[in-house]
């Protein structure tokens, strides 16, 4: 072999650490904050422990996980049976032939604006994909099923960026990435469990949630139903 020259396990080693590297950036990228004048700049490098201690799941009632991990309903799925969604009006099946990805979406009679935080969907859901950066079509591997309360199945056509607005901080703006657009669905949902695994900390209580990045408050939610929606305004307050 030629000076310079690398033989095949050598290859093999140098795509696999590049691989490994690709990943690491991938994953780090799925969630950041940012802003301007006072606000400090957030990446979402860092990891927080105890992010599910005020988190009770919406399956079997117990706190400590969210619904998605519950070993209840895994078992009872992996037995055949249904699985329950927020409100009770909705559910998430696995479509035939396609992986098992959960993602809630209430099924109402009008769409609802704003975002809201839900601790049961596995994704974060749109229906408007115009709102969205970086937009390319959902790969057939990503296809997952949101089955409405009327029992209509729906598929994301869909995924790109979207850039949320702070409810707590006029200067500060949050990327979310890998946002799926559903059309029908009825309502905009924020994954807890998705951003808890990028370092995000969640707390619930007294019908309210306060979400926070390195130590600082980013957004705040008001409980309805069993979500927590994002409002903007002068006439809302969760503090």
Sequence with gaps: MREGELDFHQVVARLT???ATMDDIKESSAFSAHGGGGTSGRSSGSRFGGGKSNVTCHYCGKPGH??????????????GGNERGAEGNQRSERAPATPRKLAFALMDKSRLKDWHIDTGSEWHITYDASELQNVRTVRPEE???????DGSKQQPTHVGRYTLKSNVDDNLEIELDNVYVVPNAMVKLISAGT????GVVFEFGDGKAEVRFKGETILRGKKVGRTYVISYGSGYSAG
Excluded: N, P, W
Excluded at 195 to 198: A, C, G
């Design 17 to 19: 650490s590049y691989e």
């Design 66 to 79: 969210y619904m998605r991990d519950c070993r209840k309903r895994l078992a009872e799925q992996s037995h």
């Design 143 to 149: 296809i997952f099923s949101v089955t409405g309360y």
């Design 195 to 198: 951003l808890d695994e990028r």
